[in-house]
Structure formats: structure tokens, C-alpha cells
């Protein structure tokens, strides 16, 4: 149990594009969805926490305009990465609370970002 | 600010070895610490520690937390070429904060 599904795995787009990645959880509710950024060789940096129904709360650093965040469902959270560039290249990987079964928090299999 | 330190940032031992890997936190609100294994994409939860003392393991992966002295140690017994991976441990209060990672290398 406690599975999040996260597509696309990879997708590459032109600079000046706008990308969605999507994030699902397949056999729970999850109320509280985490945004995680990662660059080669470093830790998941948080970018910010999605909760059902209500706006998206960024750490500090992180441009709401462009990382836009929608957790509209139970079961569902998109990320959009508007108006692309290349510095935007990155592992995006989502995770969503699940401590209640003490799984920790589950998380996405990741998409690789590049953009060209 | 909550902050995550890990160590070593990199370890290279043998087939067999037994390694330790050192995480300390200093988080705001402490509700739990949690170690993964990050290979080639995300991570997979390996434990979730939330009392003091208490070591929890599974197979050759055992992991303890000192509360007091605000850290956890995960160990790795008899090491294998698949244990080679990203070690990572976070802290949790509302959030989850992360260590740098260890990076372990395990050659045959």
C-alpha cells in the first residue's frame, strides 16, 4: 500500500514553455502533498507543501508564479513549472503524508526536468 | 532554522564491511526522524524513529535515535554491492528537512 504515482518520469521542453508534472496517490487519501527539488549530488530541497483545497505554502526562495501548485483532489497534486528555463532543469519528486500507517512519507518516482 | 547534518558525506568500504552512518537535527518542533535509500530516482523509506533508545530493524539495516543528544546513527551489517546508494535522513516537524545524504560505495 502507500503508493504515489508521478508522471511524467522525464520530459524535456523548450525554454519558454510551461510543463506539468502530476502526482497521485493510488490508494490513500493524501491531504498534505510535499514538492521536493533535487540538483545532481545534492539532498531534496523542499519547495513547498500542497494541501487539498486550499493555496499551496512555498519556503522561502521559491517563485509561487512559477512553480505554480494545485492539489484540487484527495489523490491529486500538479506542479507547473511556467515559462521554462534552463536553470528550471532539475529531479522534481513529490511526496505526500502517509505517517499514519508508518510508512513515513511516500514518495513519486521523480521527473527529470530539462529544458533546452 | 531547522537544520539536518549527515556523515560521512561519502563512503567507500568493502563487500562485507559494516558501515555507520550519522545523522544530527536540530528541528523546531521534533516529531520523528526518518532514513532512505535514494538510488537512481527516489528515495524508499528504510525507517521511522520516534522514540529514544529504541533500535528498529530489518534484515542488515538497524537504526537508533538519541533524543537527547539529537541524533540517529542507521548501521549496515555485512554490506552488499546493492546496499550502494544515497542515504538520506530528515527531520520532521510540519515538514520534512533533509540531510545532505551519505553516499556509500560498496565494492566487490
Known amino acids: 500500500g502507500a503508493v504515489v504515482s508521478q508522471h511524467p518520469s522525464w520530459v524535456i521542453c523548450k525554454s519558454g514553455t510551461s510543463v506539468k508534472i502530476e502526482c497521485r496517490s493510488l490508494d490513500f487519501q493524501a491531504t498534505t502533498m510535499f514538492w521536493y527539488r533535487q540538483f545532481p549530488k545534492q539532498s531534496l530541497m523542499l519547495m513547498a507543501t500542497s494541501n487539498e483545497g486550499s493555496k499551496a505554502t512555498y519556503e522561502q526562495g521559491v517563485e509561487k508564479d512559477k512553480f505554480l501548485i494545485n492539489h484540487a483532489s484527495l489523490t491529486l497534486s500538479t506542479l507547473t513549472v511556467t515559462s521554462a528555463h534552463p536553470e528550471d532543469s532539475s529531479f522534481y519528486i513529490c511526496s505526500a503524508d502517509h505517517r499514519g500507517l508508518g510508512y513515513g512519507y511516500t514518495f513519486g518516482s521523480g521527473t527529470r526536468l530539462t529544458v533546452v | 532554522e531547522d537544520k539536518v547534518v549527515q556523515s560521512p558525506l561519502s563512503l567507500v568500504v ?19 526522524l526518518l532514513w532512505y535509500k535514494q538510488e537512481k530516482k527516489a528515495p524508499t523509506f528504510l525507517f521511522m524513529l520516534t ?25 549496515i551489517t555485512a554490506t552488499q554491492t546493492g546496499d550502494s546508494a544515497i542515504y538520506l535522513c530528515a527531520a520532521h516537524d510540519e ?10 560505495t560498496i565494492i566487490p
Open chain 2, 95 to 104: 515538514k520534512l528537512t533533509f540531510g545532505t545524504g551519505t553516499r556509500l
Open chain 2, 14 to 32: 568493502h563487500e562485507g564491511d559494516t558501515v555507520t552512518l550519522n545523522c544530527s537535527y536540530e528541528v523546531t518542533n521534533f516529531r520523528s
Open chain 2, 51 to 75: 522514540s529514544s533508545g529504541i533500535e528498529k530493524k530489518s534484515g542488515r539495516l538497524s537504526s537508533i535515535l538519541d533524543k537527547k543528544e539529537l541524533f540517529s546513527i542507521l548501521n
